[in-house]
């Protein structure tokens, strides 16, 4: 592809986006009905859905920790999401790496300590994919874990940026995520004002990085902003339910 497919001269992205423009959010909670909290969570053609289970008695109790909750993550993508033929086995090397890196950042936040010798399990679907699965995915699971009344610290988001025509973009889209160019995920305990999560492939001068989280970050707060609306809407139809 040439240099200018993907920032045109007049400043605008494949999908219409301004360089520092997201993809629009959307979400929804309480949509898996047996879980102890769930949620749907989009960034444009990007949907995921999460749900929680727990806390509750250790499965495996060689597993059981005595002094906190045992977090476990399973990722996964559907065979539909992408749109290729090719079925991936379950326990591939990538979805292996992603439940990781949701476990850990979910860990981050969950205060683990006031649940000790119980287990929390979080479930994470991509349903369509578009660039920023893992983004999306930390995303509901946090929506997930609120809706399960689970104690944290404080909410995590995640957003990504990428650099691509010498212009840093937000919230990259499949086309944009395969160009090949550097990406920064990052994700933010937005009111402790943390990074609990930064990956990077391929390499950036040190001051275009900068400029690169500098973004992603800006989009983990915008992202935080929405989430809390999410759940003060969900909080006052619980109310208005309950007749408080």
């Known amino acids: ?44 053609n990007t949907k995921v859905i999460a749900a929680v289970y727990g806390p509750r008695e250790v499965q495996n109790r060689s597993q059981q920790l005595n002094d906190q909750a045992l977090v476990r993550c399973e ?37 683990t300590h006031l649940m000790p010798r119980s287990q929390i399990d979080i479930f994470v679907q991509v349903l369509q994919a578009d660039g920023g699965t893992r983004s999306a995915c930390i995303n509901a699971a946090t929506l997930a874990l609120a809706d399960a009344g689970i104690p944290m610290r404080d909410i995590v988001t995640s957003c990504s940026a990428g650099y691509l025509n010498s212009t840093p973009l937000l919230d990259l889209n499949y086309i944009e995520d395969s160009a090949g160019g550097p990406d920064v995920t990052v994700g933010i305990l ?48 619980l109310e208005y339910r309950r007749g408080l």
């Open 190 to 237: 937005p009111k402790l004002d943390k990074v609990t999560l930064l990956q990077m492939d391929a390499k950036l001068p040190v001051d275009i990085f900068e400029n690169v989280m500098g973004l992603a970050i800006e989009g983990c707060k915008a992202i935080a902003n929405y989430i809390r609306e999410v759940l003060l809407e969900n909080t006052k139809q």
């Open 75 to 111: 990722y996964s993508m559907a065979n539909f999401s992408t749109g290729d033929r090719m079925r991936k086995p379950k326990g591939d090397r990538r979805s292996t790496e992603i439940s990781l890196v949701i476990r850990q950042t979910m860990e981050a936040c969950i205060l």
């Open 1 to 44: 592809m040439s240099k200018t497919e993907y920032v045109s001269p007049e400043g605008l992205r494949l999908d219409g986006r301004r360089p520092m423009e997201m993809r629009q959010l959307r979400a929804e909670i309480g949509t898996v009905a047996k879980a102890n909290g769930s949620a749907v969570f989009e960034m444009g």
